[in-house]
């Protein structure tokens, strides 16, 4: 996997796992860029979320990594973005087919759901797999159209 520019943002509740996240996303050689916030001291999620998608959706980074503590709350603010298909992923065949039949652009994790370490393999199934295209692109093509 060659490496990526990859924004990461979470709530207070997400944040220890998008440290470790972080952290681990550099010494794999990505470029992170972090939109906050910056401790555990109680925020409110929608900001985060919208730092980070107004982020990917300018081109300034190629995927967007939100954690709260279930990712249900960053993936539902995530979607509101034209252009955005956020995937709330428990599972590393859940961000397969994210990216594969979605084309998600942006990965939600739940950080109170899973392990650091099924979390950073929910991760790398989600940056190494592409869109698969053909039937998928039309159904994809009809998300922001709703």
Known sequence: MSP?????????????????LSE????EGHRVEDLGTDSSDSVDY????HRLCRFVSNGDAEVGLLV??????????????????????????MASYARRHNDANVLALGA?????????????????????????????????GA
Not at 4 to 20: C, N, P, Q, Y
Not at 46 to 49: L, Q, S
Not at 114 to 138: C, K, M, Q, Y
């Open 4 to 20: 990526m520019r990859i924004a990461v943002a979470s709530d207070h509740a997400g944040f220890a796992l998008k440290t470790h």
């Open 24 to 27: 681990w996303l550099a010494e």
């Open 46 to 49: 929608p900001d985060f979320a």
């Open 68 to 93: 709260c503590n279930t990712g249900i709350g960053m993936s539902m603010a995530a979607n509101r973005h034209k252009g955005i298909r956020a995937a709330l992923c428990l599972f590393p065949l």
């Open 112 to 144: 109170g759901l899973i392990s650091p370490f099924l979390a950073r393999e929910i991760v790398n199934t989600f940056l190494s797999e592409g869109f698969d295209g053909g039937r998928h692109a039309r159904r994809t093509g009809k998300l922001d």
